[in-house]
């Protein structure tokens, strides 16, 4: 295919409502955002129900389906979703979801589950609630590789909701799918590399915003 | 159930489609392990470029894989063609690889190596015999998650130009054709977890007895993967 | 004060009770040690006291008031427990550490801030340099004395301990030893203290539960335990250097003669020849006018009766020992030197008595010299504490 950079400038300053790019940048955004928020608002709360004494026995059970569960590719996910939800948004973000859940709730598990038992122990021995030894000693211990999660589980659905206009979600991909579709190598190149920007991006700013939380456990 | 019937009426396609998929997953496993196994050992003492190394190989990992094929796509020389899609795959699989490698050689007790050195070994003699033996586990679990990992990515290489089990689910959503959507998602799910599970089964086999933990779990760990 | 009837625990899955039949009575202001091999419940035993682990039969009461009928959290925050690993809070400085329980009732800043002020001095390290330290810029014993600081913080009345200096070097572990025993003299905790070493526990215990399988075997003082041990088993753990054990149990001042006769530099022979035969001794000692320890001179080498330059043969004392000083160190020393008398000073190096290796071995002797009719020697015995 032939490759012309100046359609590419071209396409940037279109806005004609299936190319305009800022548009398909926000879209894609959103997506982005919205499920990656309600994925951590189910995840986080699941994950960490599963690491308190009362669900520990469902633990091994759950942890092995979240296991088998991550190698399923994430165009079986977003295309299921066809059948059962039809198009448009809120198939993808049923999908983009879905596929965010499982990194948040692994590592939150995991997190939690590393935490030296001693140092619970002694929190317990020495009176503290079972409630205070959640949000004062094990979350804030937990909190860089809960962080990690959110920041695998936030690259990840970007990469996804590239994919999700095939469901009718909009985004980038529309730039990349339309390419294909009508032989323009510049927008799939325009859709691909605004979508690796912002992946990036993602990733990096999570990344500072994980070092900052953190506290500053070693001297 | 129509899905059934599907099944059997394209089981033909749908056999072509699942060794299309097998092929190219195969080539890329292989060219990978050759690759970034090297480069691991490469950089095993060197903490910088390791971490330049792992810093690039994150980096890959973090743009979407169709975006990674519409980038390749557009190269002169590449196209759609079965090179690209390995490419892709190889590029996928650097970050898993190379870290568990780098790790594991590094994570090995100290006093292992000191023992070899004390009894005369040379480097390369410690780096083959003990080194990479104790490191196995690690390396094999880090091969699991590429693999693993791989299937999605070839699904996806359908977008340049493969014939594999993703032409089901990309011509069943152009169709709306439901039947072929649940075949195909069905198809390289079970393929996925099957991979996984035998790569499991296979590092409970394969590693010695002296050396087994827990890194023989499904395609777990640390690795941030983007399974697209 | 901790009273245990009958208490019992029993896990599910094993056959064997963890702990059997236990009922003793821990008195306030003692220090009860728990000892015995591993697996023999004394750990479970002291969870049972805070409701770590819920005892699946008997009774637990503190105060009179049962355990389990307590609110835990509320029952812990007034137990000071502290374990072998600390567990120390990483993402806390110490400072937050040590207020966690006066915060959880409900402190002021300000008490706690004098508090922990207090507890750090008392633990032996410096306020201002460590309040705001992390767990991981602390060394091992550092670590140990956060974390007993942390356990009293809210000064409670009771302390549990769990093995809290195995993690740290013997010498380290001494001097933490030293310091509790310390601390303990100043303010009367009860404390129930866990332990396999029987040093430990022979030096730390007011009293001593030795456990073996779940049981209660014997439940005594140290002296008891070591003098009459109640069966064959308590006589393997205590050790068969038990004659030793009680050496260092003991301070010089139980064996030490205090009627001593003493010599002044400026008596004459015949005063000295006086006393050596009232006395029936080889040697005299000499003190000055304020009865300093000055030396000592052998009968032989007099010339009795005429020596006008007697104080020429003053020889001098290879050593002394000072008065809290225990019999092991008598000994030791004896050995060292070659000599079988030691004078005991105090602090003014004023002769307080004389320690011989006679009286060491006829002392020991008697007590173990038979066993079935073994009577507790009929001296005071006082402790050891802190060096």
Sequence with gaps: MEFNWSRVLEVLQTSKATLDVKLLLMQHLKLVGISLAIAVIIALPVGIMLTRPGFKRFLPRVMGILNISQGIPSLAVVAIFLPLAGIGTFPSIMALTLYALLPIARNAIAGIEAIDPNIIESARGMGMPASMVLWKIELPLALPVIMSGIQTAAVVTVGTATIADLIGGGGLGRLIFTGLSFFEPELIFLGSALAAVIAIVIDQLLNLANRLLTTPKSE | ?228 | MIHLENVEKKYTQMERPAVKDLSMEIKEGEICVFVGPSGCGKTTTLKMINLLIRPTGGKIYINGRDVQKQNPDRLRQNIGYVIQQIGLFPHMTVYNNIATVPRLLGWNEKRIKGRTDELLELVGLDPDENRHKYPNALSGGQKQRVGVARAMAADPPIMLMDEPFGAVDPIVRAQLQNELLNLQRKIKKTICFVTHDIDEAIKMGDKIAIMNDGRLVQYDTPENILFAPANPFVEEFVGFDRALKVLNLLEVGTVMKTNIVTANPADSIEDIENKLKKYKNNYIAVTDDKHRIYGYVNKQELNIPKDEEWHKRIRKFSTTLPLHATLKDALSEMLQYDIAVIPVVNENNELAGIVSMKALRSYIGEAYEDEENAELPDIKVSRRRGA
């Design chain 2, 1 to 228: 159930m129509d899905v059934i019937q599907y099944f059997i009426k394209q089981s033909d396609r749908i056999f072509t489609y699942t060794l299309n998929h097998a092929s190219l997953i195969m080539i890329g496993i292989l060219c990978s392990l050759v690759l970034w196994i090297s480069v691991g050992i490469a950089v095993r003492n060197n903490s910088k470029s390791a971490n330049a190394v792992l810093g690039v190989g994150s980096f890959i990992m973090s743009v979407p894989s169709i975006s990674l094929y519409g980038i390749l796509m557009v190269i002169p020389g590449l196209g759609l063609s079965r090179t690209s899609a390995v490419i892709g795959l190889v590029l996928y699989s650097m970050l898993p690889i190379v870290r568990n490698v780098y790790m594991a050689l590094n994570g090995i007790d100290p006093s292992i190596i000191e023992a070899a050195r004390g009894m005369g070994m040379k480097k390369r003699d410690i780096l083959w015999k003990v080194q990479l033996p104790i490191a196995l586990p690690i390396i094999f679990a880090g091969v699991r998650v590429a693999l693993v990992m791989m299937v999605g990515t070839a699904t996806l290489a359908v977008y340049i130009g493969e014939q594999n089990l993703g032409r089901l689910l990309t011509h069943g959503i152009e169709r709306t054709h439901s039947e072929m959507i649940i075949t195909g998602a069905v198809m390289v799910s079970a393929i996925a977890v099957l991979v996984d599970y035998l790569m499991g089964y296979l590092q409970r086999k394969l590693v010695s007895p002296g050396i087994r933990s827990g890194a023989d779990k499904s395609a777990s760990g640390k690795v941030r993967y983007n399974g697209i």
